[in-house]
Nanobody, 116 residues
Framework: QVQLVESGGDLVQPGGSLRLSCATS????????NRWYRQAPGKERELVAA????????EYADSVKGRFTISRDNARNMVYLQMFALKPEDTAVYYC?????????WGQGTQVTVSS
C-alpha cells in the first residue's frame, strides 16, 4: 500500500534552517507529483510546495517563496523540503502528500518549531 513517512522536523531558532525528508513506497513514485503541506495549531492545513513528477517545475506558497525549496530523488523515491530563514510563523506539523487515482495519501507528519 502507499506509504509516506516524513522526518527531519526539529526545534530551530528564527533564521535557522531545516531539511525535511519524505520516504515513499507502494506506488510508482516517478509518475506522480508530490506536495508538502503544513498545519499550525488552530489553523487549516495549507499547501506549502508542489513538484512535478520529473522534478522540472515547482510551485510555492507566497509565504515561503525564496526561503523553501522542494526537490525529489526518483531513484530513491524521496521528496525533500529545504527550509531557510525560518520564522516563528513557520511553526507547524509538515505533511508529505501525493494523489493517486484520485485518492489523497498523507504521512504522519513531522513537527517543525521555530522559537528562540
Amino acid at each position: 500500500q502507499v506509504q509516506l513517512v516524513e522526518s527531519g522536523g526539529d526545534l530551530v531558532q528564527p533564521g535557522g534552517s531545516l531539511r525535511l525528508s519524505c520516504a515513499t513506497s507502494g506506488f510508482a513514485f516517478r509518475y506522480y507529483a508530490n506536495r508538502w503541506y503544513r498545519q499550525a495549531p488552530g489553523k487549516e492545513r495549507e499547501l506549502v510546495a508542489a513538484i512535478t513528477p520529473v522534478g522540472n517545475s515547482a510551485e510555492y506558497a507566497d509565504s515561503v517563496k525564496g526561503r523553501f525549496t522542494i526537490s525529489r530523488d526518483n531513484a530513491r523515491n524521496m521528496v525533500y523540503l529545504q527550509m531557510f530563514a525560518l520564522k516563528p510563523e513557520d511553526t507547524a506539523v509538515y505533511y508529505c502528500n501525493t494523489i493517486r487515482d484520485g485518492i489523497n495519501y498523507w504521512g504522519q507528519g513531522t513537527q517543525v518549531t521555530v522559537s528562540s
